[in-house]
């Protein structure tokens, strides 16, 4: 590659992330996945305007399957525990039980519509059940419904991506179906599981005890060993996805150093990752060969819709005596999105008749009902009476840094051999406009008090102006060289 080329590279990227980023703003007033204007770019850039050719279908595959890594290990990490406990029998249901019913209605659909055959027939429909996070959360963020249903959904997409690339990866290979399966399939899922458990309870308690020479090198640490966990899934033979699901929710909810700096870089990562993977996905497709598949996606994408949904939800949700209003909201906001796509490259890589056509019926799908579904899933919420009013939509916290009052977060550590230990707060002099706003000592804040002493191993977070920042850590350094007598005879310098 010349430098020619590096340039237009970079250039095209460029303006493609600011042409998204743009696309969620729209997509938020709209209230439609953004997912859907990311893979019209995509188009655009490919065979219906620009015509960059990209047909790689072994490169598509794999990139599209690592851009879900990163999205899975995004969605794990900013999981909350304590939200979805109280939907957890029901999310693992949905994930499961509600996956293997779509897949059998689904495939029934596609046998009697496209007189495919039972293998063929069937994995069509284990391609067209599994639900995608991205598209569910980005429209359920401005939809306040009960909360068991929101951490129902959350699970479900979270969880279903495991189960359902097992069933597509089984039923596209050309190896018998034997009475074993069902067994296959539960160790691997089970195994999955356990794997990403152990990796990510050891992985916490690994982060928690390493002293790492700066902060931005924690995010990195954590998707090192969640992207480890998908591997050593991978060599156990046993669901990578799973285990990367797994290992992310648990080090998401995990005491972690840094652990708001880490939850930020894995969200934009998962932007930057649902981006990509669209855009792809468009390059991809050619949009010429769509209107022949186009009666029949809108058949089937119907019955996926209004039968297999429903009849799928109904199997999982009644159990747990889940109200029909609520089973009616849970099968209208089942939006399918990159995970369909992505799989039906698997049977086109092995080589499989009718692969191709599976493409791009999935493309018409993806588009076709995640706009519907997606643009009407607020109103379809509160004709069925599931929201709560009470509750406002989702609250946008953001930590440092402070721009809006021009401030800065600074976080001092106090090393071994430093002459900050045993100072007290009083005698740091620090500049007036900076203020000691938590102390840590063994990861636990104390009173912040004048005559607190500081500990080798404390933590101080000090939120300083901007203009005093400079003043506030030469003071800080000038302590930690010379101790509490540093600058006796000198006062910082006034209005900071």
């Known amino acids: 590659m010349d430098t020619g080329t590096l340039e237009r590279a970079f250039g095209l990227v460029a303006v493609v992330v600011l042409l998204a980023l743009v696309a969620i703003r ?12 990311y893979l019209a770019i995509g188009m655009l850039l490919g065979n219906a305007a620009i015509g960059i050719d990209f047909s790689n279908t072994k490169l598509t595959e794999e990139l599209g399957l690592a ?3 990163v999205i899975l290990a995004e969605g794990g990490l900013t999981t909350r525990w304590e939200n979805v ?21 689904s495939g ?40 068991r249903l929101a951490a129902a959904l959350e699970l479900e997409s979270g969880l279903n991506d495991a189960p359902v690339v097992l069933a597509v990866a089984l039923l596209a290979s050309t190896d018998a179906i034997t009475a074993w399966l069902p067994l296959l399939v539960l160790y691997e899922l089970l195994a999955g599981a356990v794997i ?5 309870f050891a992985g916490a308690w690994w982060l928690r005890r390493i002293a790492l020479p700066a902060g931005g090198l924690y995010p990195l640490a954590t998707l090192a060993l969640i992207g480890g966990s998908y591997a050593v899934g991978g060599l156990a033979h046993a669901s990578g996805f799973l285990a990367v699901y797994v290992c992310a929710l648990i080090l998401g909810n995990s005491a972690l150093p840094y652990r708001g700096g880490t939850l930020s870089f894995a969200e934009g990562l998962g932007w930057l990752a649902q981006i990509g993977l669209f855009v792809l ?5 050619d949009p010429t060969q769509l209107p022949k598949v186009l009666l029949p996606g809108l058949a089937i994408g119907l019955v996926l819709l209004l039968v297999a949904r429903p009849i799928s939800v109904a199997a999982a949700a009644t159990p747990f005596k889940v109200p029909w209003r609520e089973q009616a909201f849970l099968s209208w906001s089942g939006l399918r999105g990159a995970v369909p796509i992505v799989l039906a490259t ?18 018409i799908v993806v588009i076709v009902y995640t ?19 009470e509750r406002s939509t989702e609250v946008q916290i953001e930590a440092s840094p402070l721009e809006r009052i021009g401030a800065h977060v600074l976080d001092v550590a106090v090393p071994a051999q430093s002459r900050l230990h045993g100072v007290y707060l009083s005698e740091l002099r620090l500049p007036a406009s900076a203020t000691i706003a938590v102390l840590l000592r063994s990861g636990e804040a104390i009173p912040v008090l004048p005559s607190t002493r500081l500990r080798q191993g404390d933590e101080l977070l000090i939120v300083v102006p901007a203009k005093a920042r400079a003043a506030t850590e030469r003071r800080l350094r000038a302590i930690s060289r010379y101790g509490a007598l540093a600058g006796w005879f000198t006062r910082p310098s006034s209005g900071v």
């Not at 729209?26 to 204007?37: A, D, E, K, V």
């Not at 990403?196 to 990510?200: E, H, R």
């Not at 698997?346 to 493309?363: C, E, F, K, S």
Request: net charge positive.
């Open 196 to 200: 990403g458990g152990v990796i990510g």
């Open 281 to 285: 996905l468009g390059l991809y497709v």
């Open 26 to 37: 729209l997509s938020r007033r709209l209230g439609m996945p953004s997912m859907l204007l």
């Open 371 to 389: 706009l519907l579904q997606g643009t009407t899933l607020a109103w379809v919420a509160r004709k069925l009476g599931v929201l709560e009013p």
């Open 85 to 105: 406990k109280p939907a957890l029998g029901l999310g693992i249901c949905l994930a499961t039980v509600s996956v293997a019913v779509s897949i059998a209605v």
């Open 67 to 69: 851009a879900l890594v």
């Open 346 to 363: 698997i049977p086109l890589m092995l080589g499989r008749p009718t692969a191709r056509d599976l493409l791009n019926l999935m493309v």
């Open 108 to 147: 029934l659909a596609v046998h009697l519509i496209l007189d495919l055959d039972w293998r063929t027939s069937l994995l069509w429909g284990a391609v067209l059940s599994s639900t995608d996070a991205a598209a569910v959360f980005s429209v359920l963020r401005g939809v306040p419904v009960r909360r």
